[in-house]
T-cell receptor
Framework: GNSVTQMEGPVTLSEEAFLTINCTYTATGYPSLFWYVQYPGEGLQLLLKATKADDKGSNKGFEATYRKETTSFHLEKGSVQVSDSAVYFCALTTRINTGNQFYFGTGTSLTVIP | KAGVTQTPRYLIKTRGQQVTLSCSPISGHRSVSWYQQTPGQGLQFLFEYFSETQRNKGNFPGRFSGRQFSNSRSEMNVSTLELGDSALYLC???????????????FGPGTRLTVL
């Protein structure tokens, strides 16, 4: 079946540190991959996405590369800020006969301290 | 374009009651999905509606139901509320063309339901 596994949190980093949040997936067919971010008290916001192998999604200094050979989509940022403190969700969608089905990881909480 | 809106934002109910949550998708989006988010279980898929028909369903009991109207607005209903139904209920909309692997879901702010 389809599933997403992301690294357990919480993650605590100092401002300007390098961030990596690991995400691996299992999927049939050719999924699209996403990172969503959830700030306290809010819904999920799309952070970036990649729709095929070797694509790199990027936004607000965050990047993730769709690696088919390792079934991974790790999120990275070179220098985190306090405002990046949030919960990050990795997700995939696959084509099925009845449309698109989304699968989400359990979320990784990030806290950035000044 | 206006984003996904959900009403109400907060609800407090007691066990045994029923509740209806509402979601208005982004204009032009025909698919609406509902998720339950709890600290212990994360984000769990409830169901998806497309063109007024339930297209996909997660593993929730029949107390959880929904519908979609011709303008793509969707409602979710939970009957006979239990304490464990306390959660953030998120709605997401997408264009959801069949067979499109580039589809993206856009989320509303959620409805926080507390069952006492």
């Amino acid at each position: 079946g389809n599933s997403v596994t992301q690294m357990e949190g919480p993650v605590t980093l100092s401002e300007e540190a390098f961030l990596t949040i690991n995400c691996t997936y299992t999927a049939t067919g050719y999924p699209s991959l996403f990172w969503y971010v959830q700030y306290p008290g809010e819904g999920l916001q799309l952070l970036l996405k990649a729709t095929k192998a070797d694509d790199k999604g990027s936004n607000k200094g965050f990047e993730a590369t769709y690696r088919k050979e390792t079934t991974s989509f790790h999120l990275e940022k070179g220098s985190v800020q306090v405002s990046d403190s949030a919960v990050y969700f990795c997700a995939l969608t696959t084509r099925i006969n009845t449309g698109n089905q989304f699968y989400f990881g359990t979320g990784t909480s990030l806290t950035v301290i000044p | 374009k206006a984003g996904v809106t959900q009403t109400p934002r907060y609800l407090i109910k007691t066990r045994g009651q029923q509740v209806t949550l509402s979601c208005s998708p982004i204009s032009g989006h025909r698919s609406v999905s509902w998720y339950q988010q709890t600290p212990g279980q994360g984000l769990q898929f409830l169901f998806e509606y497309f063109s007024e028909t339930q297209r996909n369903k997660g593993n929730f009991p029949g107390r959880f139901s929904g519908r979609q109207f011709s303008n793509s607005r969707s409602e979710m209903n939970v009957s006979t509320l239990e304490l464990g139904d306390s959660a953030l209920y998120l709605c997401a909309s997408s264009l959801a063309g069949y067979g499109s692997s580039t589809d993206t879901q856009y989320f509303g702010p959620g409805t926080r339901l507390t069952v006492l």
